[in-house]
């Protein structure tokens, strides 16, 4: 089996997840079973998978796992649904409240509250009181209709214990809060206790989920060919497929830049993300980045003994390569798109500024940009935005937009892709780009736009921080129709890189390889364990 080990998978996500998306459908396309894998309890994340195409068989919860909650029969539960054991209950909604107060004559028993966006009110949470109107325990639902996660509150209003259980009620896994030496107020330990009542307790979250990898490695053992673990959020598996029981062919996938300053990528600190894994890399079986030039940069920095792959994270659907090509004059005129978080290494700022240049050349230059408000470092990014839209006086030429799903038919009626990036990984928003005959213009930044476009091609690569030389650029082929039209042409040819043909043969370049993985192992001693009681 192929593992796919990630954090979470929300309605919102990063490009991690959108890779994983695009890798599971071409797997799925090739008849290669594989699990998506995530560590972190999520109450929305089968819902969520199932509104892109994710099946329950593709997918593997940590959570879930333990919980024997993995294929449920959904169930919708609303307040009406729920008993608090007293007769005269009264179910209080006010106006602009997103919860039911449940009250006894003047005691507040409990508020229900439930998932904002579901048209039936389906129950998220129900908070209960005491007596005195302490908060002492809160129920949390799974979207699917059963309780899944109980918390426990302390006299001094902290979660005390936060406890899992299976469908009939039961505990299954336990974790504790407490003050530590230094009165840092953290979790303590875990406590699982398994189907066969056997019980395992663990320091933290990486020793359970530790235990969780070796239970899937040994239930998915095959005697002639090795479990793949491929780690997509490296933090998740990086120490814990080092001490698996049982072999595995394990893989550090790299979805962002190995160095700290990716333009510097051979001496400068590395990524904190990948510390751990790069300097243990010889310990793992493969090593995939997402561009030649990564590849090779990894191979001269560390020189790992792991194999090396280079394997595009985007793949453009065969059916964009027979859908009819939209002329460059039947776009919106003018116009430049991002879709892309807005976040400060976003630098979406240097993108309009650049474009506020251009506007005393192209008066109605314009650009539209999709994706949802990083609020890191006091909104430093939108604040970065508006500051250059009011000293070019851009009200009317840049419009912020909501995070967008439909992104094809986005890119089908806008002209330039920019982008500015501090550093990326491959970037799938400039790849569907292209594929949809869009030009590029980027900083030379590493790894992937400057690979996407190829220089004077189907765009160009100006220096990292050129603003103006973006500028010049946008004014170049917003004066120069032919030039526009020929490298949107272009575009559409440079796409076949990352068709699925291209990509499953370098997928199977790794999976071939993990054929030949070594799995002979010596099982640890199970007899004689214990005690033992004599005959």
Same mark, same amino acid.
């Given at each position: 089996?192929?593992?796919?080990?990630?954090?979470?998978?929300?309605?919102?996500?990063?490009?991690?997840?959108?890779?994983?998306?695009?890798?599971?459908?071409?797997?799925?396309?090739?008849?290669?079973?594989?699990?998506?894998?995530?560590?972190?309890?999520?109450?929305?994340?089968?819902?969520?998978?199932?509104?892109?195409?994710?099946?329950?068989?593709?997918?593997?919860?940590?959570?879930?796992?333990?919980?024997?909650?993995?294929?449920?029969?959904?169930?919708?539960?609303?307040?009406?649904?729920?008993?608090?054991?007293?007769?005269?209950?009264?179910?209080?909604?006010?106006?602009?409240?997103?919860?039911?107060?449940?009250?006894?004559?003047?005691?507040?028993?409990?508020?229900?509250?439930?998932?904002?966006? !579901? $048209?039936?009110?389906? #129950?998220?949470?129900?908070? %209960?009181?005491?007596?005195?109107? *302490?908060?002492?325990?809160? @129920?949390?639902?799974?979207?699917?209709?059963?309780?899944?996660?109980?918390?426990?509150?302390?006299?001094?209003?902290?979660?005390?214990?936060?406890?899992?259980?299976?469908?009939?009620?039961?505990?299954?896994?336990?974790?504790?809060?407490?003050?530590?030496?230094?009165?840092?107020?953290?979790?303590?330990?875990?406590?699982?206790?398994?189907?066969?009542?056997?019980?395992?307790?663990?320091?933290?979250?990486?020793?359970?989920?530790?235990?969780?990898?070796?239970?899937?490695?040994?239930?998915?053992?095959?005697?002639?060919?090795?479990?793949?673990?491929?780690?997509?959020?490296?933090?998740?598996?990086?120490?814990?497929?080092?001490?698996?029981?049982?072999?595995?062919?394990?893989?550090?996938?790299?979805?962002?830049?190995?160095?700290?300053?990716?333009? !510097? $990528?051979?001496?400068? #600190?590395?990524?904190?993300? %990948?510390?751990?894994?790069?300097? *243990?890399?010889?310990?793992? @079986?493969?090593?995939?980045?997402?561009?030649?030039?990564?590849?090779?940069?990894?191979?001269?920095?560390?020189?790992?003994?792991?194999?090396?792959?280079?394997?595009?994270?985007?793949?453009?659907?065969?059916?964009?390569?027979?859908?009819?090509?939209?002329?460059?004059?039947?776009?919106?005129?003018?116009?430049?798109?991002?879709?892309?978080?807005?976040?400060?290494?976003?630098?979406?700022?240097?993108?309009?500024?650049?474009?506020?240049?251009?506007?005393?050349?192209?008066?109605?230059?314009?650009?539209?940009?999709?994706?949802?408000?990083?609020?890191?470092?006091?909104?430093?990014?939108?604040?970065?935005?508006?500051?250059?839209?009011?000293?070019?006086?851009?009200?009317?030429?840049?419009?912020?937009?909501?995070?967008?799903?439909?992104?094809?038919?986005?890119?089908?009626?806008?002209?330039?892709?920019?982008?500015?990036?501090?550093?990326?990984?491959?970037?799938?928003?400039?790849?569907?780009?292209?594929?949809?005959?869009?030009?590029?213009?980027?900083?030379?930044?590493?790894?992937?736009?400057?690979?996407?476009?190829?220089?004077?091609?189907?765009?160009?690569?100006?220096?990292?921080?050129?603003?103006?030389?973006?500028?010049?650029?946008?004014?170049?082929?917003?004066?120069?129709?032919?030039?526009?039209?020929?490298?949107?042409?272009?575009?559409?040819?440079?796409?076949?890189?990352?068709?699925?043909?291209?990509?499953?043969?370098?997928?199977?370049?790794?999976?071939?390889?993990?054929?030949?993985?070594?799995?002979?192992?010596?099982?640890?001693?199970?007899?004689?364990?214990?005690?033992?009681?004599?005959?």
């Amino acid at each position: 089996m192929i593992f796919f080990i990630n954090s979470t998978f929300n309605r919102k996500n990063s490009g991690i997840e959108h890779a994983q998306l695009k890798r599971a459908k071409l797997f799925r396309d090739h008849d290669e079973p594989f699990k998506l894998v995530f560590r972190e309890w999520n109450p929305s994340l089968h819902r969520f998978l199932d509104e892109v195409g994710v099946r329950v068989d593709e997918t593997l919860a940590m959570f879930d796992y333990f919980q024997k909650t993995e294929d449920v029969e959904e169930t919708i539960v609303t307040v009406g649904n729920l008993d608090f054991g007293v007769k005269d209950a009264v179910y209080t909604k006010e106006a602009g409240q997103d919860f039911y107060a449940v009250t006894s004559g003047n005691q507040l028993l409990a508020r229900v509250r439930y998932f904002t966006d !579901d $048209p039936d009110e389906r #129950v998220s949470a129900v908070e %209960y009181f005491d007596g005195f109107n *302490n908060l002492y325990r809160v @129920d949390f639902y799974d979207y699917r209709g059963f309780i899944s996660l109980a918390q426990w509150y302390t006299p001094d209003n902290k979660i005390g214990t936060e406890v899992w259980y299976d469908l009939a009620g039961r505990p299954v896994l336990e974790t504790f809060n407490k003050y530590d030496g230094v009165q840092n107020y953290t979790k303590a330990g875990w406590r699982l206790t398994e189907t066969d009542g056997k019980v395992y307790v663990f320091s933290n979250i990486d020793e359970l989920t530790l235990h969780f990898y070796n239970r899937l490695n040994e239930q998915y053992w095959q005697d002639d060919s090795a479990n793949i673990f491929i780690m997509d959020r490296t933090h998740l598996a990086d120490w814990a497929l080092l001490e698996l029981d049982r072999p595995a062919y394990s893989v550090l996938h790299l979805h962002n830049s190995h160095a700290g300053d990716a333009q !510097d $990528p051979m001496h400068s #600190v590395m990524n904190n993300f %990948y510390e751990y894994s790069l300097t *243990n890399a010889n310990s793992y @079986d493969a090593i995939i980045s997402a561009t030649k030039k990564q590849t090779h940069d990894v191979r001269m920095r560390f020189k790992p003994t792991a194999k090396l792959f280079t394997i595009p994270v985007g793949v453009v659907p065969d059916a964009d390569f027979v859908t009819k090509q939209i002329p460059m004059s039947q776009r919106k005129k003018h116009s430049i798109l991002v879709t892309a978080r807005i976040a400060p290494e976003k630098r979406i700022d240097h993108i309009i500024r650049a474009m506020g240049i251009a506007k005393q050349q192209v008066p109605d230059i314009s650009i539209d940009v999709y994706g949802y408000i990083d609020h890191r470092d006091n909104d430093a990014a939108i604040k970065a935005i508006n500051a250059v839209i009011e000293e070019y006086d851009l009200n009317d030429a840049v419009s912020i937009n909501e995070y967008a799903n439909d992104v094809a038919s986005i890119q089908n009626g806008s002209q330039i892709y920019g982008l500015a990036s501090v550093m990326e990984g491959f970037n799938l928003s400039m790849m569907e780009a292209i594929s949809h005959g869009m030009v590029g213009i980027t900083y030379d930044v590493n790894y992937g736009p400057n690979e996407l476009i190829v220089d004077g091609e189907n765009g160009y690569v100006v220096p990292y921080e050129g603003i103006d030389a973006m500028a010049d650029k946008l004014v170049e082929l917003f004066t120069d129709e032919a030039e526009l039209q020929t490298m949107s042409t272009r575009s559409y040819e440079l796409a076949e890189r990352y068709s699925e043909e291209n990509v499953w043969k370098a997928w199977k370049k790794l999976l071939n390889d993990a054929k030949k993985k070594n799995i002979e192992f010596v099982p640890r001693i199970t007899n004689g364990l214990g005690n033992l009681m004599k005959k």
